[in-house]
């Protein structure tokens, strides 16, 4: 049995792992095209930060500890083709130049996402940059260290306004440019948009909102602004975070279907249409538990346990992936925001009769010398009661963590009436008696 795996990060060495542990007697061998294996690139931000002293930190197992345990690793080596009939990929070494043909008896594509390029950041500029990959925080941390002084992000998502943060702290002069009305857009419902905003500006953070970029500027090979429709914004960093978008290419070589996604459509097993070719991680798309829609949803916890399930199945087991129900988590500065489900707005969009209660409090007990203020959103079923979502924001990042409180009921289509019988735990550096979740669920039912 030749399991064969095309991506060695979060999907791809979940999946190895898994496989050698459910058939040790297969050969599990994983092509990775880039310089490294089985790292958190959720944690890049946080090297550049300073809070994780170096980019080796952030690498859970090495070639050789993989190797080690039976599993072959080739790094710098790009699959560029598949022969499904034939079960067959091409490969290419990228030192030599080398191009063979590998067998499998199962393939799968754990190839992730590439970080989107526009047009005008397709540049030779130096001091431009993405942040996906190791060497990109490398690139990122070169500049910094070279002297840059003046950051501009475009993009106002997650990525972007942690790095906000990050080069703050370094002592860059930040400007984030995002062409929507607001920042956090994709996660958060207006309010809690502009309680983000408000914490990147109280914190210095120049934000320019409803600003589309439309070129650079340079000058001896040196990026120095960003042309925008509200004119020239002048910087020594750019850093280009306006989204990413699957690596579809072997998978359309494979001949497997593409969901309206965009992402790799799959069945809960990970198996594409494909005979013998599964798929899993951030090119993969799934399935969400509140909506029952196909969603592409580029995670890290989901993209872990896409592999696994993945590599119990093509080893011979029987594992299956429950879905997602859209739970993220960031922090900027001190502020924390989370949300799980649905928001307000996007159940609105999907023709759902939701209604929403909002509880500002406070994250700990009122009289406790750490409470700071916590924002809480409850979103449900009007009639039903069932719970659809929840956003929380709060100036002690943590304790927007309890948003899984509220993930946990998602899963089994809690309603709110669950979510208030709940015996949460207590004591005064932690909540209220009435955790703000319960207060919320009270004032909703
Ligand atoms: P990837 O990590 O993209 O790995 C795919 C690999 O496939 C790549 O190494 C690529 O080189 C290789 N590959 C592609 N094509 C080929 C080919 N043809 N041949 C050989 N190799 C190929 N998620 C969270 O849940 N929480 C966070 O806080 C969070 N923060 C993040 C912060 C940053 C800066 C970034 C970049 C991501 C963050 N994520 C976060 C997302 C998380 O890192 C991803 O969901 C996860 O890495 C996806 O793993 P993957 O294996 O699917 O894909």
């Not at 859209?326 to 949300?339: D, E, V």
């Not at 979103?379 to 309890?402: F, Y």
Request: net charge neutral; hydrophobic share 40%.
């Amino acid at each position: 049995m030749r399991i064969v795996i095309v991506g060695g990060v979060a999907a791809g060495m979940s999946a190895a792992s898994r496989a050698m542990r459910q058939n040790p007697d297969a050969d599990v061998v994983v092509f990775e095209r880039g310089e490294y294996i089985s790292y958190g690139a959720c944690g890049l931000p946080y090297v550049l930060g300073g809070d994780v002293d170096s980019f080796d930190d952030l690498i859970a197992r090495t070639p050789a500890q993989m190797r080690s345990r039976g599993i072959g690793v080739r790094l710098r080596h790009d699959v560029t083709g598949v022969d499904a009939g034939a079960r067959t990929i091409t490969v290419v070494d990228r030192e030599s130049g080398r191009s063979v043909v590998e067998p499998y008896d199962k393939l799968l594509i754990a190839t992730g996402v590439s970080a989107i390029r526009p047009d005008w950041a397709q540049t030779d500029l130096g001091g431009v940059h993405v942040l996906r990959e190791i060497p990109d925080g490398q690139a990122i941390e070169a500049t910094i260290s070279g002297g840059a002084k003046r950051a501009v992000i475009v993009g106002g998502g997650y990525i972007g306004l942690e790095l906000a943060e990050t080069l703050t702290c370094r002592g860059l002069k930040v400007v984030v440019v995002e062409k929507g009305p607001e920042v956090a857009g994709r996660m958060l419902d207006r309010e809690y948009q502009q309680r983000v905003r408000a914490e990147l500006e109280s914190n210095g953070v120049d934000i320019r909102c409803g600003t589309t970029v439309e070129g650079l500027t340079g000058k001896d090979g040196q990026v120095t602004g960003v042309q925008t429709d509200h004119g020239l914004v002048r910087a020594d960093v750019v850093i280009v975070a306006v989204g990413v978008r699957p690596n579809l290419e072997l998978a359309r070589a494979a001949g497997a279907r593409i969901g309206k996604t965009g992402a790799v459509a799959v069945n809960i097993r990970q198996e594409t249409n494909v005979e013998g070719v599964y798929s899993a991680g951030d090119n993969t798309e799934s399935i969400h538990r509140v909506t029952r829609r196909k969603v592409h949803i580029p995670l890290g916890l989901t993209a872990n346990r896409m592999g696994r399930v993945a590599g119990v199945n093509m080893a011979g087991g029987d594992a299956s992936f429950p879905g997602v129900v859209g739970s993220s988590i960031f922090k900027t500065f001190a502020l924390g925001a989370a949300r799980t489900g649905l928001t307000q707005s996007e159940a609105d969009d999907l023709g759902l009769d939701a209604a929403s209660v909002d509880v500002h409090s406070t994250d700990h007990a009122g009289y406790y010398s750490t409470a700071k203020p916590i924002y809480v959103r409850l979103t449900a079923e009007r009639g039903t009661g069932r719970l659809l979502g929840g956003q929380l924001v709060c100036g002690n990042h943590e304790s927007v963590k309890r948003v899984d409180v509220i993930a946990a009921l998602l899963h089994n289509r809690g309603k709110v009436q669950d979510l208030f019988e709940m015996d949460l735990s207590y004591a005064p550096p932690f909540s209220g008696v009435w955790d703000v979740l319960l207060v919320a669920a009270d004032r909703l039912s």
